[in-house]
């Protein structure tokens, strides 16, 4: 897909005190065999946003002071606010005063004991705490996964924790994090490149779909028109214009920093008007029940006859204490193995967007479900993910057991053959010896399933894995606790197998799956260190009775 960047904001970089600059188009003579070398040149030379120094170099491994990283951000996100010039001691007259005190002001920049410390040298915990703070990134977990945790200071480790399960901290492949090692020029390029990957700085149309996010800091906004964005679409605080979105579909979240105004013109699939051709009943029988109900959510849910019950307790897992991140099985009744599901987020948090499978297989994964494509939860286009190939087989041969799962939002019988046929034409050229998943969602009034009958919900996951067990292959049915009770009639998905997510962390009071019914998967966290990937991954068991 053809890409386009203007992300002239990031010529701050460049900036130091008294320094002069080249021309950004000019080669840089100290980045050639550089780790960061492709974002590097792309910047400077293909897209004119990054300089150099007078002298011909880039310095991507020289350190940068807090008061210049203020720059960065500010330049980057245009902050609109501004604190009291006496908020720090330290600071009056500083080149950097103005951003810095925008910074505080939104939040971002607190200083320490009343000083701003503007010409001391910025580490890498502090560097990620800002652009976390920036971009309203903190998470609910300060669990650090790496090996040096115990150095993170405790302000940083949220956002770290966050920034890091995002995929955006993709240097620490040692497993160290260096939380007080100063941040070079070059990890904080590929930082704010992991983040975003579209920045608009100029009122424009724009029309090419984007692999990832994309930031409009426009101040007067910007138009965007037929394309597909598969990350988030962030505003910055910088823009107090319209952002017009005409026919766009947005996979991720509309996220506006600022007073933006969004007016949407995207043209939604209407509901059918017509009933569909293809009823639930043409489908499936609905099951028998055994009179018994269990409750969820404060509604009585029927409990279906036939389906075997989920029997785990809490003696029956563990954490592994070598690996703390990962459930181990202690039961009698089961042998398990170890798996994880992967996208093309997980590429992109990876060196050169491709996951090291012969890496993951040493760190033990014994099977992968990759990510084949999806139907968008707002427009209802399906598309192929954008590395399912390269991770199809790449991690085929390597060696693992290898399977695909589809994001599904079917909203009729016809919408999931069309996505099972789309899975399959995909899956022409490429082995596979795992199952293939049907993974459909509803999480709040923005899917496009909402409102989607229990009968329909059932109807379309039967059809679809009915079509794909007719091409040969393992049909699987993924589904959350709302889904399964609410959604699915369970004695209809009885003959497929199962997958099930319910999270666990080390602060679970439970530590087994909770569902009423058996699983053959579990995904138990999505927040797990894996060798050859970058950022977290979702991490599963599968259980094979003995």
């Known amino acids: 897909m053809g890409k386009k960047r203007v992300f002239a904001a990031l010529l701050a970089l460049a900036v130091t005190v008294g320094s002069l600059v080249l021309p950004a188009r000019a080669a840089f003579t100290d980045t050639t065999g550089h780790w960061a070398e492709t974002a590097i040149t792309k910047w400077s030379e293909e897209y004119s946003i990054i300089n150099g120094y007078e002298d011909g170099t880039f310095r991507p491994d020289n350190s940068i002071t807090r008061g210049a990283f203020a720059g960065i951000l500010d330049r980057f996100l245009k902050f609109q606010s501004t604190s009291p010039a006496g ?89 160290y994090f260096r939380p007080t090692d100063a941040i070079t020029r070059a990890e904080i390029v590929t930082i704010l490149d992991n983040m975003i990957e579209v920045l608009i700085q100029t009122s424009t149309t724009y029309t090419q779909d984007v692999e990832g996010t994309v930031m409009v800091n426009a101040a007067e906004g910007a138009c965007l028109q037929d394309m597909t964005i598969t990350g988030d679409l962030i505003l910055a605080p910088g823009v107090t214009g319209t952002v017009t979105l005409e026919n766009v579909t947005i996979q991720g979240a509309v996220r506006n920093f600022g007073s933006a105004v969004v007016t949407d013109l995207s043209q939604r699939p209407e509901e059918p008007e017509q009933p569909p051709a293809i009823q639930p009943g043409d489908v499936y029988t609905p099951s028998e029940t055994t009179g018994e109900y269990l409750t969820y959510s404060n509604q009585q849910v029927p409990i279906y006859a036939g389906v075997e019950r989920n029997r785990f307790s809490q003696g029956d897992f563990m954490w592994d204490p070598d690996r703390p991140d990962r459930l181990i099985y202690t039961g009698d009744d089961y042998r398990t193995r170890f798996g994880i599901d992967v996208s093309a987020y997980q590429n992109r948090a990876s060196a050169n967007n491709t996951i090291d499978w012969e890496a993951a297989k040493a760190d033990g994964v014994e099977f992968a479900m990759v990510r084949i494509g999806l139907r968008g939860y707002g427009s209802g286009s399906i598309m192929e993910d954008a590395f399912y190939a390269q991770n199809i087989d790449g991690a085929m041969a390597a060696g693992i057991e290898t399977g695909v799962y589809f994001f599904a939002q079917a909203i009729t019988v016809e919408e999931a053959i069309e996505e099972a046929d789309f899975v399959i034409s995909l899956l022409e050229g490429h082995e596979i010896d795992g199952p293939v998943a049907y993974d459909w969602e509803m999480h709040d009034s923005t899917y496009r399933v909402y409102g989607t009958t229990p009968e329909m919900a059932t109807a379309c996951a039967v059809a679809f894995c009915e079509r794909i067990e007719e091409a040969g292959y393992d049909a699987m049915v993924y589904a959350g606790q709302y889904v399964s009770y609410i959604k699915y009639d369970q004695g209809a998905l009885e003959p497929y197998l199962s997958w099930y997510p319910e999270y666990k962390s080390e602060s679970s009071e439970l530590l087994y799956p909770t569902l009423y019914y058996h699983m053959d998967y579990w995904q138990y966290s999505s927040k797990c260190s894996v060798a050859g990937i970058g950022g977290n991954v979702d991490v599963n068991l599968q259980f094979i009775r003995r």
């Open 87 to 175: 908020t720090f001691s330290d600071l009056s007259g500083n080149y950097w005063e103005d951003a810095i005190l925008k910074l505080h002001a939104s939040g971002v920049y607190l200083g320490n004991n009343g000083q701003a410390l503007a010409g001391d040298t910025i580490t890498r915990q502090q560097a990620v705490t800002m652009i976390a703070r920036a971009f309203n990134i903190s998470g609910e977990s300060a669990t650090v996964y790496y090996l040096d945790a115990d150095q993170v200071a405790d302000y940083a480790k949220p956002y770290l924790a966050e920034m890091s399960a995002l995929g955006y901290i993709t240097d620490s492949s040692d497993g």
